[in-house]
């Protein structure tokens, strides 16, 4: 049964399964009463030692996780989240996003979006953890793990005893070297809210701001600045924004709107040097070509790495980076698992090991995996990519973006609208559609994009060219299906 093999009673030392029995693992509500009552003078004895379940990291992916802990009836005295982070898990995208709104235009702040508001759920503030009995253990990142005796030890000293473990580490921002002024005083990265906070205070008194990578952070940062009113320069080595994804034609549509937002955009630049003034603060950013820019505020997006860190051992994937997991995010070592960014998974729909930077695969991971654990469901997981971004949001836009992506973005393209606000790319590979984006859909249309994605219809190439507007084009794709 999968309840059994995915998940390991604790090794050494006394086991918190008193008694020790698969019934733990499912969702029965007598048994779990049951079970309940004797863990809770198990867990009395052995309270800051042993633990049932652990998540390591308490971001998206843990958030989602402890959620379905909950709906079945096993977070209460037997989880653990153990997170580097002062706050419980929130939506992470809000950082670059309305969170960085400038004051007058309602900014988003905690708790407004705490883990589950995003998908709808109940917002998990820190109070919601507490009265679901999970124990949280803030700021005390794990710096070590002993596989071998199921232990975890924390930053603080903390020995912490796992039954079953779950890695939901994300990933951490890349950073430019020191010695190039990548440690500045008004240079910036942004992985958490402590990063958002001292982002905020800097555009609070800035007047030139430069942000170096066209991918969507680099894009959600220049369009918070073009809020903030600010001087803004984005600069990037691609020939267009969001090379991984946009077609030139689309980069070209988004990146006129950045200009016409008074956003100066510098494509195919490298970045020498980040340069101090005489009061030790960035003041400009020296390019590859000689020139400088002048900038007291810095925003580097230049991308993430998985956030591996103490558990190396559990087994990294070499190609995407990330700790290999298969379609039940077990990783080689039974009862260890990995979620979210940092797990590299069978990405079934395309036959290939990925690693998904995105919250929708942070949730959909964390759910299977936690059903997984503790039910009988064995059903590998099955994800279809999908990315989005929403830019320009804030109250008084006179243009707001918001696209979604769904699928692969292989093959030819075809472009359908005039980004007014309308636009459509579909990716077509022998003759099927594999990837589309729409821009400024309505909720029927995106509603429509991940049928597609995943039923990749054979479809007349020919007639989509001809489409005179977004809205044939789907009724054309829809009419394959
Ligand atoms: C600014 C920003 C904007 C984004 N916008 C979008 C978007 O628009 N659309 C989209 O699809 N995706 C977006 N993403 C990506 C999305 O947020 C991530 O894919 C998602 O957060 C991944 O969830 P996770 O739980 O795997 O990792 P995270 O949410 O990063 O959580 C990991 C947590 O683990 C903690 N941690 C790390 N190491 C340890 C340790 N050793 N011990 C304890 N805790 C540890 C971290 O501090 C963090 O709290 C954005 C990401 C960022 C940073």
């Known amino acids: 049964m999968a309840a059994i093999s995915n998940s390991l009673p604790l090794k050494h030392g006394l086991s918190l399964w008193c008694p020790q029995s698969s019934a733990l693992h499912r969702p029965n509500p007598s048994s779990s ?34 959620r379905t802990f909950v709906e079945h009836g096993l977070a209460d005295g037997r989880l653990c989240i153990v997170t580097k982070e002062a706050y419980a898990p929130y939506e992470r995208p809000a950082l670059t996003k309305a969170y960085l709104f400038p004051q007058d235009k309602k900014p988003a702040r905690l708790p407004g979006f705490h883990t589950c508001v995003g998908s709808g759920g109940e917002r998990q503030t820190p109070e919601w953890y507490k009265e679901k009995g999970i124990e949280m253990l803030y700021e005390d990142p794990v710096k070590s793990i002993d596989i071998e005796q199921q232990t975890l030890t924390t930053n603080s000293g903390k020995l912490l005893k796992y039954g079953s473990l779950i890695i939901a580490t994300g990933a951490t921002a890349s950073r430019f070297p020191e010695k190039i002024g990548g440690n500045l005083p008004g240079v910036h990265y942004i992985r958490d809210v402590a990063d958002a906070d001292s982002l905020v205070s800097s555009l609070e008194k800035a007047r030139k701001v430069v942000v170096v990578g066209g991918g ?136 290939r090991i990925a690693r998904v930077e995105h919250v929708d695969h942070a949730r959909r991971s964390a759910q299977h995996c936690v059903k997984a654990l503790l039910s009988a469901q064995t059903h590998t997981y099955d994800y279809l990519p999908y990315f989005y971004s929403r830019v320009f949001e804030y109250e008084g836009s006179p243009r707001k973006v918001w696209w979604q992506f769904f699928g692969d973005n292989v093959g030819e393209t075809v472009e359908v609208g005039n980004f007014d606000p309308k636009i459509a790319t579909f990716w077509i590979e022998s003759g099927k559609l594999k990837g589309v984006l729409l821009e400024s859909g309505s909720p ?38």
């Not at 004797?38 to 843990?62: H, L, M, P, S, W």
């Not at 029927?444 to 994009?449: A, D, G, I």
């Not at 039923?455 to 794709?477: C, F, G, T």
């Open 33 to 66: 009463l049951l079970t309940f009552r004797t863990f809770r003078r198990c867990y009395a004895a052995f309270a800051n030692d042993n633990r049932e379940y652990v998540i390591v990291g308490g971001g998206n992916a843990a958030g989602y996780a402890a």
């Open 216 to 351: 969507y952070i680099g894009m959600e940062v220049a369009a918070a600045a073009v809020g903030w009113q600010l001087d803004t320069t984005i600069i990037f080595p691609e020939d267009h924004l969001l090379q991984r994804l946009f077609t030139p034609s689309l980069a070209r549509r988004y990146e006129e709107l950045y200009q016409k937002n008074g956003v100066k955009i510098l494509k195919g630049s490298s970045i020498k040097s980040l340069e101090a003034g005489s009061n030790g603060h960035v003041a400009s950013v020296k390019l590859g070509d000689g020139s400088t820019i002048e900038a007291d505020t810095v925003v580097i997006g230049i991308g993430a790495k998985p956030a591996v860190g103490p558990f190396e051992r559990v087994g990294l994937n070499t190609e995407v980076g990330g700790i290999q997991v298969d379609g039940l995010f077990r990783t080689s070592v039974p009862g260890i698992f990995a979620i979210g960014d940092v797990a590299a998974f069978p990405l079934k729909i395309y036959n």
């Open 444 to 481: 029927e249309e995106f509603q429509l994009l991940p049928t597609l994605a995943r039923s990749q219809p054979v479809v007349d190439k020919a007639k989509l060219q001809k489409a005179s507007s977004v809205e044939e084009a789907l009724d054309i794709v829809k009419a394959s299906l």
